[in-house]
T-cell receptor, first 113, second 110 residues
Framework: NAGVTQTPKFQVLKTGQSMTLQCAQD?????MSWYRQDPGMGLRLIHY???????DQGEVPNGYNVSRSTTEDFPLRLLSAAPSQTSVYFC????????????FGPGTRLTVT | GIQVEQSPPDLILQEGANSTLRCNFS?????LQWFHQNPWGQLINLFY?????KQNGRLSATTVATERYSLLYISSSQTTDSGVYFC????????????WGLGTSLAVNP
């Protein structure tokens, strides 16, 4: 199993540009989520999904959209990038049942200038 | 919501030394994980330990759920242990959202 994969690893955007961060998992996990990590603030939940077709907001959803058309993929869209979205983004997945271990992808480092 | 506090915030060790990292949480949990974030930014799962004790090589962890804390033990530290150690929990009443501590930053000197 490849586990959780993310692309790209690095990205530089100009303010106002849009882009999609890709996340895929091959473990047949129902639960997937996106976090951002900023210095001194730990990881914060952006959006999550408990299964195909179902998404919900986390702590910091503004400026981000998600969709979940398949079990495997959970892309994160930045509609109009802002410098405040400069961060490292992690995708995670786990089985649906509460309490299962979460597995993280390698991260995407995004810089918005 | 549930609070997760880690201590110490920073730790410097000489190679070969042992250390204990602590994670306190303010409410009952049904998931607790320890992660190591290496200097390249990768998040590595160390333990999934909502209760009890586990060991993996030089690392071990104990969670006492009734007293709301978890400990991560690192023995015979190596320079490759450097990085940030995070504790993250899922509140028993809040489905699947991982709540993170701010981490312990560990530097192991040769």
């Amino acid at each position: 199993n490849a586990g959780v994969t993310q692309t790209p690893k690095f990205q530089v955007l100009k303010t106002g540009q849009s882009m999609t961060l890709q996340c895929a998992q091959d473990m047949n996990h129902e639960y997937m989520s996106w976090y951002r990590q900023d210095p001194g603030m730990g990881l914060r939940l952006i959006h999550y999904s408990v299964g195909a077709g179902i998404t919900d907001q986390g702590e910091v959803p503004n400026g981000y959209n998600v969709s979940r058309s398949t079990t495997e993929d959970f892309p994160l869209r930045l509609l109009s990038a802002a410098p405040s979205q400069t961060s490292v983004y992690f995708c995670a997945s786990s089985r649906a049942r509460v309490g299962y271990e979460q597995y993280f992808g390698p991260g995407t480092r995004l810089t918005v200038t | 919501g549930i609070q997760v506090e880690q201590s110490p915030p920073d730790l410097i060790l000489q190679e070969g030394a042992n250390s204990t990292l602590r994670c306190n949480f303010s409410d009952s949990v049904n998931n607790l994980q320890w992660f190591h974030q290496n200097p390249w930014g990768q998040l590595i799962n160390l333990f999934y330990i909502p209760s009890g004790t586990k060991q993996n090589g030089r690392l071990s962890a104990t969670t006492v759920a009734t007293e709301r804390y978890s400990l991560l033990y690192i023995s015979s530290s190596q320079t490759t242990d450097s990085g940030v150690y995070f504790c993250a929990v899922i509140n028993a009443g809040n489905n699947r959202k991982l709540i993170w501590g701010l981490g312990t930053s560990l530097a192991v000197n040769p």
